[in-house]
């Protein structure tokens, strides 16, 4: 049985094992639901978790062990020739028995390989009928120990509790953890590149080109390093699309949550939110083959040199894109606003338009500043449409029509294809993702003093 299936057939055991864990509380209290502990609800769902945790954490340990374990029981039986060779040959050996068992190649394969892809296949076909069995089992095991254990007086809802605690507690844990994982990843190797590479002329270097060469006399054999043109392009990419973000996210904002009839909100509001469902390579083309050429052309006719690729296709393009994210914040941030202030302010004399502007908006502050500090994360983070409408140039202007690029899209460009962890182009790239890392930080600190800041005004 597959996994997949396997995980099916085990939901449904659980769902079956909740209706029964209810139903035993109700006839365990002769249909009155007021003599039990806890509501009917709570024993079938403390049914259900002793039917499917125990079976599903046996069913994760079995599939992350069972690859290792198949693959020493199949190196065990091989010839002695095969299973005395270097650990390097090996690996390769495996790794062509699993070939051989994934692409069903037998042409031109060693016999002593293909007797091990079978007996690999025997193996895995036997683990996984084992796998089934023992993971149905336990679930059956689990159920009914769980039901003949429910009385009047069990504490179904604490046992609960307990357990949806714990499951809390463990995702948040390996939550933190991985976000650990990977600052102190991208921290180790950025330090790397900078014992290659000074960190001033990284931070202060006026010229990015991470192309080293192999032979000294190549031209570009040093390679440059420095980091602020892609600094500027991100940030000139991103301006132009918060210039365009912000007003009419909070514009759209504004109107939805104040001005506009309840008919109207309700279908205008699903229609903008479309936009931050559409992929991203969709506004990359959008932007390459419309925008780009628009701005090309209008800008030829009126005399300017505009780029075949440039920065203000780009920053439009991820306006629009980014629009949603604030106009949907600032709308439920809005809508927050207590009633009172609305008709104090009312009450006073003050117009519709004064009360948003001198009332709504201050007290919505907090979340329309978390809002914008957001959608800043997500325009800096973008690529694909810088990748499609501004091109990999990593010029240092402030020109809107030039082409340039961002920091994500050197990220992405450095690490195509095969590279080599030990040198200063590949190790570039980690340097790039802190300096990412470290702007986004600090924007979400700036986000929470702002937040905390108003808070206190006007709670």
Known sequence: MQPALLALVLLVLTSIGYYLGRGRSLRVANGSARVLHSLPSYYGFYTALWCGIPALLLLAAWLLLEPAIVTRLVVADLPSEMRELPEARRDLLVNDIENVLKDNITRDADPGVLAAAERYRHLQGLSAAALAVAVLSLALVGGTVALRSIRVDLRARNRV????????????????????????????????????????????????????????DQVGGSGAFGAVPLFTGTLLISGIAMAVAVPIGLMSAIYLSEYASRGFRTIAKPVLEVLAGIPTVVYGFFAALVVAPLIRDTGTAIGLDVSSESALAAGLVMGIMIIPFVSSLADDVINAVPQALRDGSYGIGATRSETIRQVVIPAALPGIVGGVLLAVSRAIGETMIVVMAAGLAANLTMNPLEAVTTVTVQIVTVLVGDQEFDSAKTLSAFALGLVLFVLTLVLNIIALHMVRKYREQYE
């Open 161 to 216: 509790e307990v357990v949806i605690r714990v499951l809390l507690i463990t995702g948040s844990t390996i939550a933190i953890f991985t976000t650990i994982g990977i600052v102190l990843s991208v921290l180790f190797e950025a330090i790397r590149f900078f014992q290659k590479v000074p960190i001033t002329e990284f931070l202060f270097g006026l010229k990015w080109s991470p192309q080293v060469a192999i032979r000294a």
